[in-house]
């Protein structure tokens, strides 16, 4: 009996195991994973571009009113937070360029107020500034303000055009006034 054991273990260590039958791994092709990639690199709609633009225009109005109230007051405490801001709208600019659905959302919603609160701001400015309650602001550019709040208005607007909206993936609601 120990003779049948030592055979049957040489034979094992000479032979190769049976192997078990198990499917292969599948491996995506190229062509599995092309249409997906392709749909998110398709031409980018202009009215995306000329979006993320206005974003980017919102961001320098704004550093430029940080940099007006430095040079006429000398306090520059809000040049960093504008230069931080301009980043903030060069980071979504290229998401929205790269179609990512975040930043159309970010710009959408956030976008909207902060554009309407830019304008309330001027708007305050000035009927203050009629009134006579205050004087000459000069760490704050109404026309740098207004311009930004426009800006960012703008882009809201034309993310919101139907071939806008088909490039991040928003499906045109059936009826109504879309």
């Given amino acids: 009996m120990d003779n049948e054991a030592s055979q049957s ?35 980018t709609p202009a009215s995306v ?8 225009a919102h961001g320098v109005g704004i550093t430029l009113n940080a940099l007006y109230g430095w040079r006429q007051t000398g306090n520059m405490s809000g040049v960093p937070y504008a230069v931080i801001w301009l980043g ?9 360029c790269e179609r990512q659905a975040w930043a159309w959302w970010l710009v959408t919603i956030f976008g909207g107020m902060i554009g309407i609160f830019n ?20 760490s704050f550019s109404p026309l740098l303000i207004g311009a930004a709040g426009v800006a960012m208005l703008l882009a809201v607007i034309l993310l919101l055009m139907p071939d806008a909206k088909a490039a991040f993936g928003m499906k045109p609601k059936s009826g109504g006034l879309s």
């Fill in 9 to 43: 273990e040489e034979a094992r260590d000479g032979e190769i195991p049976p192997q078990i039958d198990s499917p292969a791994p599948v491996v995506p092709v190229w062509e599995d994973i092309a249409p997906k990639a392709q749909e998110k690199t398709s031409m």
């Fill in 49 to 56: 571009k000329i979006a993320a633009l206005f974003l980017v």
């Fill in 88 to 96: 903030v709208m060069i980071v979504v600019c290229g998401a929205l």
């Fill in 119 to 138: 304008l309330m701001k001027v708007v305050a400015f000035s009927l203050y500034r009629a009134g006579g309650v205050i004087e000459d602001d000069h």
